[in-house]
């Protein structure tokens, strides 16, 4: 885990935008198999807009929900499930990006999903013991994955998106490269940017709303905020609300 972050308290000067009018967005950290804690967030949201009397709202999770915890399947069950009861964006992360290269025939890639936490995955959706071994072939794992991941769940996967633009506020895993357009950026940036995008401190020309790397606590700088909190490690999977008085870590 990181060393502690600045936070907008330390910028006597630094306001964050409203949302787009009439709007309250909760954005939603890295999840990483931790169903447990995807459910406590998702009430908290529900009792905040309860108590706001909230009009029009979204709810946007920012990927990186399978790997490393043990319930990946059950939270993409529930997001699935969150989609029908309220309106909700589902991004992707570099995680179920390597799932999605995988299935897709680019066998290179399974090393790097195992060594990332992949096989808690596959676990996840029922895999036999057999496949779990660092001896069985791309093709054979695939096979079983095909086998095993609900066609629900594999529209899931292809259909979330690289980025969500609201108002002043960009969504995104990873984060955007500076000064390149954002028409322009390339998806493995949008996913795994690391050093390029947060030692920047130029304007963005927006908010970047991001998760990927991990941080003691919700890091709010003046160009961006990440809210990857390390949920698997920590057990803490924050949510960031975008309202009329700007953006404020939705309290636990």
Request: hydrophobic letters at 40%; one cysteine or more; charged letters at 25%.
């Amino acid at each position: 885990m990181g060393a502690a972050v600045a936070s907008l308290q330390d910028y006597d000067d630094a306001r964050y935008p409203p949302a787009p009018d009439g709007y309250t967005l909760y954005v939603v950290g890295d999840i990483h198999g931790r169903l447990d804690l995807l459910l406590d967030v998702q009430r908290r949201i529900d009792e905040d807009k309860a108590r706001l009397g909230a009009g029009q709202t979204a709810e946007i999770y920012l990927g990186d929900y399978i790997d490393r915890g043990s319930e990946a399947a059950g939270v993409i069950s529930r997001l699935i499930a969150r989609g029908r009861e309220t309106r909700a964006i589902f991004l992707r992360g570099n995680h179920e990006q390597m799932l999605l290269d995988l299935l897709d025939g680019h066998d290179d890639c399974l090393g790097l999903w195992r060594a990332v936490g992949g096989t808690a995955t596959m676990m996840s959706y029922g895999l036999p013991p057999r496949l779990l071994t660092r001896l069985v072939s791309a093709q054979d794992v695939r096979r079983g994955l095909l086998e095993k991941i609900p066609p629900e769940h594999l529209r899931f996967y292809e259909q979330t998106g690289a980025y969500m633009r609201a108002g002043a506020y960009l969504a995104v895993h990873g984060g955007i490269r500076p000064g390149v357009r954002l028409e322009d950026q390339r998806v493995s940036d949008l996913l795994g940017i690391r050093q390029e995008f947060l030692q920047y401190k130029g304007d963005f020309d927006f908010i970047v709303v991001h998760g990927h790397t991990p941080v003691a606590a919700p890091d709010l700088q003046r160009n961006r905020i990440n809210i990857d909190t390390g949920a698997f490690a920590t057990n803490r999977l924050t949510c960031l609300r975008i309202g009329g008085d700007g953006a404020q870590v939705l309290g636990g």
